[in-house]
C-alpha cells in the first residue's frame, strides 16, 4: 500500500455535482426558461456554470443570450422552479457509500457549497442519514464571498476544530478546487463535465468518479468493500437491439463489441460514470453469458459520445445485429484510462476480462445469472 501523503482529520464535501447529480436538473429548467424568452440551451454552456453561485451562475447566462433582464430577476425567476425540482435529484454514485463508510468510521465530515443554506437543507433532505452525517453545513449565502474564495471552507474547518493542512476537500468545479487550494487544504478533484480533467491541474489528485477515491491515500480507513478487484454495484439493467458500432472492436482490438444505442438510454448513460463494468448479458433465443464492458468517451479512440461497448464472453459463430441484448451489470472494476499503445489497451481490456470472468463466479455476483430481467423479451 502507498504511504499517505498526508494525515487527514476530516473531509469536506462540497454537493452539486460531487454528492448530487444536479447537472440534468439545472440543464432542464434553464432550457424550459430559456425557452421562454425564445432562447435555445445549449449544453455547452453547462462549464460556465458549474460550481457558480446563483447569482453568477445567473449573470453569465443573462449576459450568453442577452435576455431582458437582470440577473436578480433571473434568479427569483427560476428559484421556484429548482426547489420543485430537489426532490428529482439523485445521489451520484459512490456518494452514499463515502458517506456511510466516513459515518462509521467516526471521520468528521463537512458539507461546503456555494448554493444558499436553505437549498441544501431542501435537497439534502431527499436522502436519508445525509444530514446527521455532517457535524457542520456551511451554504454560499453564510459567507462573505463564495469560492473560488477561500472563505467557506475556512469557516468549515474553524467549526470543525480542525487545522484547514488536515482537511481534505472533495470537489468537482474549478471554483470549489480554486477555493480548497487557497485555504491551504487537500484537494481531490471528481469532474462532474466529461472530459474537462485536464483543467484540474490545481488539484492534488484527479478521479473519475467516488467510486475511484481510494481514501489510505489520506491516511483515513479504506473502504472494505473491494472483492477480488472489484466493487459491488446496486444493478442496473439495459437492453435493446445490438446496432453497429464504430466498426473497429474487432477489426482494431480483436475484441468485439455488442453495442446498444445511446439515444434510447441517455438519462441512465449520464447517471453511471465512464468506466469499466461487468455483470450477466441475456441474448434471446442464445443464453446467458458473463459479459465485460466499458461506458465512456474510449480516451484511446477520443469519442465525441459516451457509448456502451459490452464483450461477451463466448465464442461466438455468427454476429448478432439486430438481436436483443439485456444487461445487468453487478460490478465496477476501473476507471476508463488512456494507453500509449494499442497493444497496452488490449492487454488491459483481457485483463478486465480475466478479473469478470473470475469474480462471476462468487455467489453475490453469480446470483444475478437467474435475473428474470435477463430472460424477458
Ligand atoms: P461494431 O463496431 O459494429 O460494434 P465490433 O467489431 O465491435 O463491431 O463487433 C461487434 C459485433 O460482433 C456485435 O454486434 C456482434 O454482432 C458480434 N459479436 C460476435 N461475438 C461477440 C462477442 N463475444 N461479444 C460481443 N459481440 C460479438
Ligand atoms: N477504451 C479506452 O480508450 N480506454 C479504456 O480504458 C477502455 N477499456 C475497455 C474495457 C473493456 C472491458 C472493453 C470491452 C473496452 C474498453 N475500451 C477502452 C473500449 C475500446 O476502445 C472499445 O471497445 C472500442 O472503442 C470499440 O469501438
Ligand atoms: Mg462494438
Not at 445487468?328 to 485483463?351: C, D, M, Q, W
Request: with cysteine; charged share 25%; proline share 7%.
Amino acid at each position: 500500500m502507498s504511504v499517505a501523503r498526508r494525515l487527514i482529520k476530516c473531509v469536506i464535501l462540497d454537493l452539486d455535482g460531487t454528492l448530487l447529480n444536479t447537472d440534468g436538473i439545472v440543464c432542464n429548467v434553464l432550457k424550459v426558461s430559456l425557452g421562454k424568452y425564445g432562447k435555445e440551451w445549449d449544453g455547452r454552456e453547462t462549464l460556465k456554470i458549474v460550481g457558480k453561485t446563483p447569482l453568477e451562475a445567473a449573470s453569465a447566462v443573462v449576459e450568453d443570450y442577452g435576455l431582458p433582464c437582470s440577473p436578480i430577476e433571473f434568479v427569483s425567476e427560476l428559484s421556484p422552479q429548482f426547489s420543485d425540482q430537489w426532490c428529482n435529484i439523485k445521489a451520484l454514485p459512490g456518494a452514499n457509500r463515502l458517506i456511510k463508510h466516513l459515518k462509521s468510521n467516526g471521520v468528521p465530515m463537512a458539507l461546503a457549497s456555494n448554493s444558499p443554506r436553505e437549498s441544501i437543507d431542501a435537497k439534502i433532505s431527499f436522502h436519508d442519514g445525509w444530514k446527521d452525517s455532517f457535524s457542520v453545513l456551511f451554504g454560499g449565502d453564510e459567507v462573505r464571498t463564495g469560492k473560488p474564495s477561500p472563505d467557506i471552507f475556512f469557516e468549515a474547518a474553524r467549526r470543525l476544530k480542525i487545522e484547514p493542512s488536515s482537511c481534505l476537500v472533495i470537489e468537482d468545479s474549478l471554483p470549489g478546487v480554486t477555493a480548497g487550494k487557497a485555504a491551504e487544504m487537500e484537494v481531490v478533484a471528481v469532474p462532474s463535465l466529461p472530459k474537462q480533467s485536464h483543467l484540474f491541474t490545481a488539484a492534488d489528485e484527479v478521479i473519475n468518479s467516488l467510486l475511484d477515491l481510494q481514501l489510505e491515500k489520506w491516511g483515513l480507513p479504506p473502504f472494505a468493500d473491494w472483492v477480488e478487484r472489484t466493487l459491488p454495484v446496486d444493478p442496473w439493467y439495459i437492453g435493446g437491439p445490438v446496432i453497429k458500432g464504430f466498426g473497429r472492436g474487432s477489426k482494431v482490438l480483436g475484441i468485439p463489441t455488442a453495442n446498444l444505442s445511446t439515444k434510447d438510454y441517455s438519462d441512465l448513460l449520464a447517471e453511471h460514470p465512464a468506466g469499466v463494468y461487468f455483470g450477466w448479458a441475456g441474448l434471446s433465443g442464445r443464453g446467458i453469458f458473463k459479459m465485460v464492458m466499458s461506458i465512456g468517451w474510449n480516451p484511446y479512440f477520443n469519442n465525441k459520445e459516451k457509448t456502451i461497448e459490452p464483450w461477451l464472453l463466448h465464442e461466438f459463430t455468427e454476429d448478432f445485429y439486430g438481436e436483443e441484448l439485456k444487461l445487468v451489470i453487478v460490478g465496477y472494476i476501473r476507471p476508463e484510462v488512456n494507453f500509449p499503445t494499442l497493444e497496452s489497451l488490449i492487454a488491459k481490456i483481457h485483463e478486465d476480462r480475466r478479473v469478470a470472468e473470475s469474480a462471476l463466479e462468487l455467489p453475490m455476483y453469480s446470483s444475478h445469472k437467474d435475473d428474470s430481467y435477463l430472460r424477458s423479451s
